[in-house]
């Protein structure tokens, strides 16, 4: 799990990506920003960004800011230097002004500030190209549509909520919250996703590594709690995630081709100190 299992939060929506060359005068940024190498040699990565216009980031590698800001997965971000997915930093960065979140995830503003970030520390400069590439189709599994055990509709109307600038309630530590995504060795838990949340989650588990595109008709947004084994074989402990979709959610990903959209690094150079 490449990406999404070391970075606790993972921003969601629908980003189309800009063909132009990204450009340092990109608009809104942040009101104040530092960056510095991070040489802990920690595996783990954290992103993240509260309402009060902070975002933070810790043990970074640049790919991540990357895939992050254009709400891609790895396999959609090629070229660039080779310390690009190495080096590792961390990041404090302040709005100047509250940012709520939406049903989708952050709003375009904070996706809008972080690509600003990108062009202005790291000198970052790409361009969008679509492929022909290998992807997934999201179907239903049972031919009388029906979802499996573990997957229901959302107890917790997350985007009508979000909408009205609410927030979610406080959930006791340990348990899961009523909107959002936990995703942990082996499980897969999420609170009132929307398809388009699911799908891209999906891409991100390990073994999937391709885009995954919806196909199954559904509306509305729900809940599941899915478990896996991340090593299937002989001696798994459990299903591997393609059988467990299939048993637990009613799901299935179907082999297929199609357009997918890649962000080439044209180059990008370390930064330089605050």
């Not at 993240?48 to 790919?63: D, E, F, I, Q, Y």
């Not at 891609?72 to 090629?78: C, E, S």
């Not at 909520?161 to 959930?171: D, L, S, V, W, Y």
Request: neutral net charge.
């Amino acid at each position: 799990m490449h990406g999404l299992a070391r970075v606790l939060l993972v921003f969601v929506g629908s980003v189309l990506l800009c063909a132009a060359v990204i450009s340092a005068q990109t608009s809104p940024a942040f009101e104040a920003a530092s960056v510095k190498p991070n040489k802990s040699g920690e595996r783990g990565s954290r992103l993240g960004m509260s309402p009060n216009g902070r975002m933070t980031a810790t043990n970074v590698s640049l790919k991540q800011l990357i895939t992050n800001a254009y709400n891609l997965r790895d396999f959609q971000v090629t070229g660039g230097p080779d310390w690009l997915d190495v080096d590792r930093f961390d990041i404090a960065a302040t709005a100047g002004h509250p940012i709520l979140p939406t049903s989708g995830g952050p709003p375009q503003e904070l996706f809008q500030m972080v690509k600003a970030l990108l062009a202005d520390r790291f000198k970052l400069v790409a361009h969008a190209e679509t492929k022909d590439l290998p992807v997934y189709h999201l179907i239903l599994a049972r031919p009388d549509g029906k979802l499996g055990p573990r997957m229901h509709p959302a107890a917790v109307d997350c985007e009508a909520m979000m909408g009205r600038g609410a927030t979610p309630p406080q959930t006791p530590p340990g348990e899961m919250p009523p909107c959002g995504t936990r995703f942990s060795e082996g499980r897969l838990n999420l609170r009132g996703g929307l398809m388009p949340q699911i799908v891209r989650t999906l891409a991100g588990a390990p073994g999937v590594g391709r885009l995954v595109m919806d196909k199954t008709g559904l509306a509305g947004s729900f809940d599941f709690d899915l478990e896996f084994s991340q090593d299937p074989g002989a001696d798994a402990a459990g299903p591997s995630l393609f059988t467990a979709l299939q048993e637990q959610l009613g799901l299935k990903l179907e082999t297929a081709r199609g357009p997918v959209e890649v962000l080439v690094i044209d180059s990008a150079t370390q930064p330089g100190p605050d």
